[in-house]
T-cell receptor, first 113, second 112 residues
Framework: NAGVTQTPKFQVLKTGQSMTLQCAQD?????MSWYRQDPGMGLRLIHY???????DQGEVPNGYNVSRSTTEDFPLRLLSAAPSQTSVYFC????????????FGSGTRLTVV | GENVEQHPSTLSVQEGDSAVIKCTYS??????FPWYKQELGKRPQLIID?????GEKKDQRIAVTLNKTAKHFSLHITETQPEDSAVYFC???????????FGTGTRLKVLA
């Protein structure tokens, strides 16, 4: 089992560019989510999904889109990158619709210049 | 909206002493409370969790307590060791909304 795989590990974008952060899990978890981690602010929920075809907004969804066409994949799209989106992004998945505890990916460090 | 407050933000203890980190949640419907440890430059990892129908849970040197009436839960680490140094996050999950909200983290330093 690879667990939760995130790509890329590092990315530098120019303001206004778009990109997709990839996330895949091989544990057959229904529940997947995206967080951003900024110093002193903990982990803030961007979007989450309780199963294929179902997504919902978290605390800080503006500027991000997600889709969930399969159980395994949950990509995060930045529509028009802004410096305020410089952060470390974590994808996570859980069994039992969230009550199985998260398995996190290794993170993507994104810098927007 | 829902939030989770976590205190203290930093905590220094001598090796062998105990450490306690406290969290307060706002959504009375929250029913699952995990704790995560994040070492520098690494991903968070689940260390212990508790469900709303349980008051206390232990796993070797770590324990979690839950007070549903006060909407408080706490992480207790006994006999601390230098390898316990990390950032610890609490979280609250509500099964009705599927939302999983984290506290802002506690940086624990265990001094040898």
């Amino acid at each position: 089992n690879a667990g939760v795989t995130q790509t890329p590990k590092f990315q530098v974008l120019k303001t206004g560019q778009s990109m997709t952060l990839q996330c895949a899990q091989d544990m057959n978890h229904e529940y997947m989510s995206w967080y951003r981690q900024d110093p002193g602010m903990g982990l803030r929920l961007i979007h989450y999904s309780v199963g294929a075809g179902i997504t919902d907004q978290g605390e800080v969804p503006n500027g991000y889109n997600v889709s969930r066409s399969t159980t395994e994949d949950f990509p995060l799209r930045l529509l028009s990158a802004a410096p305020s989106q410089t952060s470390v992004y974590f994808c996570a998945s859980s069994s039992d619709r969230g009550q199985g505890g998260y398995t996190f990916g290794s993170g993507t460090r994104l810098t927007v210049v | 909206g829902e939030n989770v407050e976590q205190h203290p933000s930093t905590l220094s203890v001598q090796e062998g002493d105990s450490a306690v980190i406290k969290c307060t949640y706002s959504d009375s419907a929250s029913n699952y409370f995990p704790w995560y440890k994040q070492e520098l430059g690494k991903r968070p990892q689940l260390i212990i969790d508790i469900r709303s129908n349980v008051g206390e849970k232990k796993d070797q040197r770590i324990a979690v307590t839950l007070n549903k009436t006060a909407k408080h839960f706490s992480l207790h680490i006994t006999e601390t060791q230098p390898e316990d140094s990390a950032v610890y996050f609490c979280a609250a999950y509500t099964s009705g909304t599927y939302k999983y909200i984290f506290g802002t983290g506690t940086r624990l330093k265990v001094l040898a």
